[in-house]
């Protein structure tokens, strides 16, 4: 009878799993939504915890606040700013194909460049979606679709927010009593790592941002804001976000001439190793340090299996990950055994 209940028992643990799995498999993108509301859930509970341990602001008041003048600033920005961001986004949809036509013909003029337009021809499948229906279809779902992302995250965020200990306790209730002291410090840990990480990447992105503003002033470049927003936003992405940022400025300034886009190039450049050797060591060195060749090799993986959102959330999972082979592996297992690089020749 204990042979047939212990069999029952493994049994049902076995469905659960794979059941979790497929979920895990189908829904993806649910839970890298959710996982984006508990980030914005820890940004401001920690923002509120911070005034009130520096300006004696009570956390019942601290968090309302904080999260009303969050949502409020940006929709106040969204509201100021989007005519002149439409504008300058219609201007920068009739330039690119005219900055691609350019250089196609800079291209064809030398060896090597018809090579290169080879190539990508040879790489083109058939049957691109074409005619204005198509288009419109595709970039109104596209909207729709955005719009139910940000909703859905601003409802995980809020709901986490208002009461995260209802969800910590049912963490609690499925986790065996002696591990409850582990479970509490490692998410104390992922929540403090987490918010000092979050902090340093708004401050590397609002750098960027004014540095990329400034830079493109001094060279005269036209759609300076929206070139910065788009800097601004890819910043979040370490590695192939400044890479992609760069590329509109680049096409249209090669429309002037080859000398102004290297010029745009260098500017980008220099503003990419600002951030990467001055500004992110200085506000980031109280976070977790992400090895760059690991979260290189993540951002790949996730864009592969999980997409864009994947790829825009590489490095916060990446940092999860790492707190939880520290906490759980390292010093659990390994009791933070020590190791000897001295004789060590790179």
Not at 21 to 40: E, K
Not at 236 to 256: K, R, T, W
Not at 266 to 295: D, R, W
């Amino acid at each position: 009878m204990k042979s047939l209940k212990g069999f029952i028992i493994r049994l049902l643990v076995l469905v659960i799993i794979l059941a979790l799995v497929m979920a895990i498999y189908h829904g993806a993108r649910y839970f890298l939504l959710l996982f984006t509301g508990a980030l914005l859930a820890i940004l401001w509970r920690g923002i509120a915890n911070w005034l009130n341990d520096k300006i004696s602001i009570p956390f019942k008041y601290a968090l309302p606040a904080v999260v009303i003048l969050n949502i409020g600033a940006i929709a106040v920005f969204v509201w100021l700013a989007s005519p002149s961001i439409s504008d300058q986004v219609s201007r920068l949809a009739d330039e690119i194909p005219k900055a691609v036509e350019h250089v196609e013909r800079e291209l064809h003029s030398f060896e090597l460049g018809r090579k290169i337009l080879n190539t990508i021809s040879s790489g083109e499948g058939e049957g691109l979606p074409s005619g204005q229906l198509k288009k419109a279809f595709t970039f109104f779902s596209g909207a729709l679709t955005f719009l139910v992302d940000v909703l859905l995250i601003l409802a995980f965020a809020l709901f986490l927010t208002a009461n995260p200990r209802l969800y910590f306790k049912g963490i609690l209730y499925l986790t065996p009593q002696k591990y409850h002291d582990t479970v509490n410090e490692l998410f104390r840990r992922l929540n403090g790592t987490l918010f000092r990480w979050f902090i340093g990447k708004i401050v590397d992105m609002f750098s960027i941002f004014v540095m990329t503003i400034i830079g493109l002033w001094l060279l005269d470049m036209p759609l300076i804001f929206t070139f910065a927003l788009i800097a601004f936003f890819f910043s979040f992405v370490p590695n192939i976000g400044p890479v992609i940022s760069a590329l509109p400025p680049l096409a249209i300034a090669f429309m002037d001439s080859p000398q102004k886009a290297l010029y745009v190039g260098l500017l980008y450049l220099g503003i990419q190793m600002t951030e990467s050797y001055f500004v992110t060591p200085n506000v980031q060195k109280h976070a977790s340090y992400v090895p760059p060749v690991l979260l290189l090799l993540v951002q790949f993986l996730l864009a592969k299996f999980l997409g864009v959102l994947g790829l825009f959330l590489s490095t916060p999972i990446l940092v999860m990950i790492m707190v939880l082979v520290k906490k759980l592996y390292v010093e659990d297992q390994l009791r933070n055994y020590s190791i000897d690089l001295q004789n060590f020749k790179s």
